[in-house]
Structures are given as C-alpha cells and as structure tokens.
C-alpha cells in the first residue's frame, strides 16, 4: 500500500513538471528587517529596523500552464541598525546599533502564478513561507546621544510570516535573461540578547515566549536568471 502511494506520489509530481522549465537566479540587493512590539510592557515599547546587503539565490520549476514553485535562500550582512524605545505616543527616544559578523539567513518557498503574454518577459506572482534566523555581534549602541563603552554582545533575530512575492524576468536569449523581484513578507519575530553584565544599558529587544512583536521582511533583488 505504502509503495502505491508514493508511486502514485510520484506520477503526479512528474505529471506537474514534466512540461516545466528549470529556472535559477543568483541575486543581490537591499532588505529591511523591521520588529516593533504591539503593546506596551512596563510602560515601554521597543522597536528595532535593520536595513542591510541582501544576498541570495533562489530557483524553481515554471510549466507551461503557469503554475510556479521557486525556493528562495538570502543571506543579509552588513547595513546600519536603528532601535527606538517608546514610552507613549508621545515619548520616544531612539538610537543606533554598531555590528559585525552574521549573516542572518532568510528562506522562502513559494507557489504562484507566470504570466506570459508578452514576447520574452513573464510576470511571477506568488506565496508560501517566510523563515529567517541569524545572530550579530553588537559592539556599540547609541542612544539619546549616550554611546556606550565596547561590547561584545550576541543579538539575535527570528521571523515567521506569510510572503507576497512579485517578480519580472526579460530573456536576451532562450535561456539566459535578468531578474527583478520584490517581496514583502509580513507575520511574527523576536529580536534579543542577554543583558548579563550590561548594567544600566536599555534593553532593546522585540517579543518574549508570550508575545511576538510584529515583524515585517522586504527584500528588493536584482540578477541574471538561467532558463535550463
């Protein structure tokens, strides 16, 4: 029985692809990884937004009736971090993260829509999951004008959420052409580090094991796209 299934599995899989073309596109350009908690803990309310390098490559299946997989893997590094405590909607303070190391890493899969209606370009429109972790090393924050002295501090960043991807692709040739995707992915993260030995330091950190902070992950990539 179990043998049927996956044969019957794999028939169908087949079936789905057996007209499709393989595509691959190494990508590169800018993300923004932005949590902000919803409500107020103690009077506060943290906010962190990191605009980086974005780094990837993603790949997929595109058949001939449209129907369209891609599995996307990005890679952010460098940038600038800012953070902002909120004491009321009228009380905010705000500051700025020095950092090295990384990457945190972003996976996607999707399945959507290929429009092609027009000579050599298709119009993607997809959706699926959004996954990402990755930790940084802190050497400095800046806050309210007050920097503090080197640190050595992990800061750590996670996000879940629902992708709304849209992509454009050109073709020179049969099989090599340019790629250009946006994708915005909007759901639920947590940004945190331990504050062991930080003394008075604020703490900027989003969510806790009880509330999320909401988190949203948009991406704007270009590259070369390779039609096999």
């Known amino acids: 029985m179990k043998k049927t299934v996956l044969v019957v599995l794999g028939i169908c899989c087949l079936s789905a692809n057996i007209f499709a073309k393989f595509v691959i596109s190494p990508t590169i350009g800018i993300s923004n990884f932005h949590s902000t908690e ?5 009077g506060e309310k943290n906010t962190v937004s990191w605009t980086s390098m974005n780094f990837g490559v993603s790949l997929g299946t595109v058949n001939e009736s449209g129907f369209t997989f891609l599995f996307s893997t990005d890679f952010f590094a460098v940038g600038t971090m800012k953070v902002a405590k909120e004491f009321s909607s009228s009380d905010k303070q705000t500051g ?4 090295k190391g990384g990457p945190f ?20 429109f997809a959706t699926g999951l959004n996954l990402g972790y990755g930790t940084l090393k802190v050497t400095k924050f800046t806050f309210s004008g007050v920097t503090s002295p080197a640190l050595d501090l992990q800061l ?12 454009a692709q050109y073709y020179f040739t049969e099989k090599i052409g340019i790629n250009l995707g ?29 509330v999320p902070a909401f988190t949203n992950v948009f991406s704007l990539k270009i590259g070369p796209v390779f039609r096999l």
């Open 105 to 124: 890493i972003n996976v996607t899969p999707l399945l959507g829509y290929t429009y092609h209606g027009i000579k050599n370009l298709y119009l993607t």
């Open 38 to 42: 919803l409500l107020y803990d103690d």
């Open 156 to 167: 750590n960043l996670a996000n879940i959420g629902i992708p709304f991807y849209i992509g």
């Open 96 to 99: 700025t993260v020095d950092f």
């Open 182 to 210: 946006i994708q915005d992915a909007v759901g639920i993260g947590w940004v945190w580090y331990n504050t062991k030995g930080l003394g008075s330091l604020p703490y900027f950190g989003t969510g806790d094991i009880h």
